[in-house]
């Protein structure tokens, strides 16, 4: 009986409660909030092309460089091999 | 409110997330104005932490201005507000829970007993009469024994005052729904109370 008016009690201990208000200067912080995300957000798509443009003519002339050069070094080693193999018509 | 009130208040809450979309400062302060302590208060029931209630109450607004545009409109502005700051509060105490379990299992290797986390400190809502606040904290407790559903709920009818209807709309369920969830969260309630009775501890 003790218990039950205990429990009463405990649910109705939120009656007439008001609502807790945040702090006055949160509103600031998410003007500042908003302004930084602006800030840094905000990056025209022409840059964003410009910059993609550069990384693929980049990626394709590091492929051009190391394809070209591993054909050359191929053609030395045939080369050297054909020179190996005959060396006394050199003389 | 009549139909016709409620269509024009409809009207303007769409024309002032408009202007919040188009980077009206008025228009957002005054929006936080009327819904500050709305959403604060919510996070505050769901996290009972006020560092962390104020930090949701940031996301939420942050969250409006970010979506302003896709404000429908179906729904009433105040309705889709409590959707975001319900989802918020949801996910920063899955994330919570996460972070508690994984401090646990760190404790189960650490040799510091010092180091146990105890993770049911004292809530005092700033908005309880003082003679009531000790009482409060064990609802408080006890609600967080409640499942997610019956929680929101829970807050949304008794602490925010929402009428089932309107709690309904917000948690996208229907209104039998929502009283079959306060039915059992009132349960469950008082069998968790049960086991904070002092008397019981003697």
């Known amino acids: 009986m003790k218990k039950n008016q205990w429990i009463d009690e405990v649910v109705s201990s939120i009656k007439g409660m008001k609502r807790a208000k945040p702090d006055s200067l949160l509103y600031t912080q998410i003007q500042n909030k908003l302004r930084t995300e602006a800030r840094t957000l905000f990056i025209p798509k022409f840059k964003v092309g410009i910059t993609f443009a550069g990384f693929i003519i980049l990626c394709l002339l590091n492929l051009y460089v190391i394809f070209s050069s591993s054909d050359k070094s191929e053609n030395i080693v045939k080369t050297k091999s054909t020179i190996d193999f005959f060396p006394q018509q050199l003389y | 409110m009549t139909g016709e009130e409620h269509n024009n208040r409809n009207a303007n809450d769409t024309g002032l997330l408009e202007l919040i979309a188009n980077g009206d400062e008025t228009a957002f302060k005054s929006l936080y104005n009327r819904f500050n302590a709305q959403v ?32 429908d409109g179906k729904s009433s502005l105040s309705t889709w507000i409590y959707r975001i700051t319900i989802n918020k509060s949801i996910d920063r105490l899955r994330y919570n829970s996460r972070k508690k379990r994984f401090a646990k299992f760190i404790n189960l290797f650490s040799q510091d007993e010092n180091e146990f986390i105890n993770d049911v400190p004292f809530f005092d809502h700033p908005g309880v009469l003082n003679e009531n606040k000790e009482k409060a904290d064990i609802l408080f407790k006890a609600l967080n024994k409640l499942t997610e559903q019956q929680k929101t709920a829970f807050i949304l009818t008794y602490i925010e005052g929402l009428t089932g209807k309107e709690a309904a709309e917000t948690m996208n369920i229907s209104s039998k729904a929502v009283e079959s969830l306060i039915q059992r969260a009132k349960v469950n309630l008082r069998k968790e109370l049960e086991k904070f009775y002092p008397e019981r501890r003697k």
Do not use: W
């Open chain 2, 40 to 71: 604060y208060n919510t996070a505050l029931v769901y996290i009972q932490n006020q560092f962390e209630a104020e930090e949701i109450t940031q996301d939420v607004f942050l969250e409006i201005h970010k979506s302003a545009k896709g404000f």
